[in-house]
């Protein structure tokens, strides 16, 4: 006689979670965990692919005191800090284009549009775009400085001291379309009752700003803060395309100088300690960004 066996509702909801969980826990651990496992073992060792596992040579620590007397990866972390600058300026920008699309101008949802539209576009094509723009001789940029009276513009792009302000512009205006949509969500949010209430105080348009507007939409800010820091830190499309990090490394960043070193230079051990201090810096940045929130942001 065969005896059925029961489980308790408990027990059952239970495994269907997992269940359900599965198939994304298991993608989390086979291309993200154990990669991760594998470039922090591999960051100790001299090692390329090409090699093979037999020719791994245990390295110890050599590989991060190599990285802080390498020029190349110093120059690329100042260049990745400097990058971190297009984040509270794309903020701004944003919030103020939000604020005006979102009261003062009609046809908000064309704005929307024309505004996200970069953020959805191919890297690539955005690009070739601007590559035709900062033309030194050709493009509309120069010529219409020229037009003014310029005689000898920057040649942007292929100039070592305009060369990253110009790409620090293109992700500005990349990014502005996202910003602009998350902070009208945020400003959606905002009761009307609190801008009525300082009407009737007198309140003027500065302190309804900072008094309500800045404190409401602060964890929208704080999202875009932190999600925006990381994403400079990621940075690698547009400086692939548009610079290969010239000219004189004046463009190059640690994900960028991350690729050339495994890929092209086949150094796989000295390229995975840039990548350990790459996600040591932003872990770091992300909990100090955690712990200051608690003295701004307003739940």
Not at 86 to 97: M, S
Not at 103 to 110: E, G, S
Request: with cysteine.
């Amino acid at each position: 006689m065969i005896r059925k066996f029961h489980l308790k509702m408990d027990t059952r909801e239970a495994i269907a979670g997992y269940l359900f969980v599965a198939p994304l826990m298991l993608g989390l651990i086979i291309l993200t965990l154990i990669p991760v496992l594998g470039s922090l073992l591999l960051s100790f060792t001299n090692w390329n692919f090409v090699a093979g596992l037999g020719g791994i040579k245990f390295a110890g620590v050599d590989n991060f005191i190599r990285l802080f007397h390498d020029d190349a990866f110093m120059k690329s972390l100042l260049n990745n800090l400097l990058f971190i600058i297009t984040v509270p300026v794309t903020i701004i920008v944003a919030l103020l284009l939000a604020i005006l699309i979102d009261k003062q101008v009609f046809l908000k949802d064309l704005f929307k549009v024309i505004y996200f539209l970069p953020y959805i576009s191919s890297v690539v094509a955005i690009a070739m775009v601007w590559q035709v723009m900062f033309h030194p001789s050709l493009g509309p940029v120069n010529q219409f400085l020229m037009s003014l009276g310029w005689d000898n513009p920057p040649k942007w792009l292929a100039d070592i001291h305009y060369a990253l302000p110009s790409l620090m512009l293109i992700q500005i205006w990349i990014q502005l379309g996202y910003n602009i949509i998350i902070f009208i969500a945020g400003l959606q949010s905002i009761p009307r009752d609190l801008y009525e209430a300082a009407d009737i105080d007198g309140a003027n348009v500065w302190r309804k700003f900072r008094n309500i507007t800045v404190p409401c939409i602060s964890p929208t800010t704080f999202f875009l803060l932190v999600t925006g820091v990381i994403g400079s830190f990621k940075i690698f499309d547009l400086i692939q395309v548009l610079t290969q990090g010239g000219p004189a490394n004046s463009t190059t960043v640690i994900v960028y100088e991350l690729y050339d070193t495994a890929f092209n230079q086949l150094k796989t051990g000295y390229a995975s300690s840039m990548a350990l201090v790459l996600f040591l810096i932003c872990l770091i940045i992300t909990a100090l960004q955690m712990l200051a929130q608690k003295k701004w942001v307003n739940y």
